[in-house]
Nanobody, 118 residues
Framework: QVQLVESGGGLVQTGGSLRLSCAAS????????MGWYRQAPGKQRELVAA???????IYADSVKGRFTISRDNAENTVYLQMNSLKSEDTAVYYC????????????WGRGTQVTVSS
C-alpha cells in the first residue's frame, strides 16, 4: 500500500513563503510523476506543478516564477517551494503520484492546508 504524507502547510502573510513536503512510502517513487494539486473552497482541484521521473517540470500559469517543485529520490520526497504567496493561493494542497502504461497507478495524499492572509 502506497502512502503519501504531506507536511509544511500553515498560515502565512501575503508575500511570505512556505515549503511543502510529501513523503512517499513504498518503492514507486522514482518511477512516478509527482504532482502538487490544490483545491480552494467551491472550486475544482487543479494542478499546481508536476515533476516527472526524469525531473522535467510543469507549472500552472498562476504560479510560474513563484513556485518551484523538486524531488529527492533518495529520500522518496517531493517538495514545493512557494514564494511571494498571494491570498488566491489559499487552498488545500494535495500530493499525487502517478504512472501510466502497463503498470498504471494514481495515488493521493490527504492534503495540507495553506492559508495566505493579507
Amino acid at each position: 500500500q502506497v502512502q503519501l504524507v504531506e507536511s509544511g502547510g500553515g498560515l502565512v502573510q501575503t508575500g511570505g513563503s512556505l515549503r511543502l513536503s510529501c513523503a512517499a512510502s513504498g518503492s514507486i517513487f522514482s518511477a512516478s510523476t509527482m504532482g502538487w494539486y490544490r483545491q480552494a473552497p467551491g472550486k475544482q482541484r487543479e494542478l499546481v506543478a508536476a515533476i516527472t521521473s526524469g525531473s522535467n517540470t510543469i507549472y500552472a500559469d498562476s504560479v510560474k516564477g513563484r513556485f518551484t517543485i523538486s524531488r529527492d529520490n533518495a529520500e522518496n520526497t517531493v517538495y514545493l517551494q512557494m514564494n511571494s504567496l498571494k491570498s488566491e493561493d489559499t487552498a488545500v494542497y494535495y500530493c499525487n503520484a502517478k504512472r501510466g502504461g502497463l503498470i498504471a497507478y494514481n495515488y493521493w495524499g490527504r492534503g495540507t492546508q495553506v492559508t495566505v492572509s493579507s
